[in-house]
């Protein structure tokens, strides 16, 4: 319980230097990188995002009315994606759970952390998530704050069988024409979602 009120703690400190941090991951994943999309399979879309989600003393609580696409991983985790949601600060946050299907209790895969040292110092995470625009050609990281600890959900290492733990991502948000961008989570097919 004192890791989680720590966790909550931390993730409030790098919401607040998230504004700081923008101008400069802007800047920095403003290029063009027409790197490849690496895509590891498929996943199934329906319809588009409603709310956006709400931010509860560092929980953040997604509207599970909606699912944008949902993904099946060979190793019993289902991911759902419930809203891609545009930020006025030039932020795209995605929100939505990950279930353990399997009979047994497991580990999330460590891909999901990314592979930066620096991130890597940080704990567990979603950090290894990314965007794919690809009408734009460009690859999205999850923002990191000033001190290098990334905008999404921490802490998430082991789900119990049949438990699920929701989650979100902050990115740099795509051009304002962009309404559709894969995500790509490392071990998982990619899964297409429409941006509110």
Not at 13 to 29: I, K, P, R
Not at 66 to 92: C, Y
Not at 112 to 124: A, C, D, L, P
Request: negative net charge; proline residues 4%; contains cysteine.
């Amino acid at each position: 319980m004192n890791m989680r009120h720590g966790t909550k703690a931390r993730r409030a400190a790098g919401s607040a230097l998230a504004a700081v941090a923008l101008t400069v991951s802007l800047t920095a994943c403003g290029g063009g990188d027409d790197g490849g999309s690496d895509e590891a399979g498929k996943s199934s879309s329906s319809a588009p995002a409603a709310d956006k989600s709400q931010d509860d003393g560092g929980n953040t609580v997604p509207d599970t009315s909606q699912t944008l696409a949902t993904v099946n991983g060979s190793d019993g985790f289902q991911v759902v994606i419930h809203t891609a949601a545009r930020d006025e600060g030039g932020f795209l946050t995605v929100t939505g759970t990950i279930k353990n299907t399997a009979d047994k209790n497991q580990g999330v895969p460590i891909e999901w952390n990314g592979k930066e040292s620096k991130v890597q110092r940080t704990g567990r995470s979603l950090a290894g998530f990314t965007l794919i625009d690809k009408a734009e050609k460009k690859r999205y990281y999850v923002l990191r704050d000033t001190d290098g600890h990334p905008l999404t959900s921490t802490g998430i290492s082991r789900v119990e069988s049949g438990a699920s733990e929701t989650f979100f991502a902050q990115f740099p948000a795509p051009t304002d024409g962009t309404t559709q961008v894969d995500l790509q989570m490392p071990t998982m097919p990619t899964a297409t979602i429409e941006i509110s």
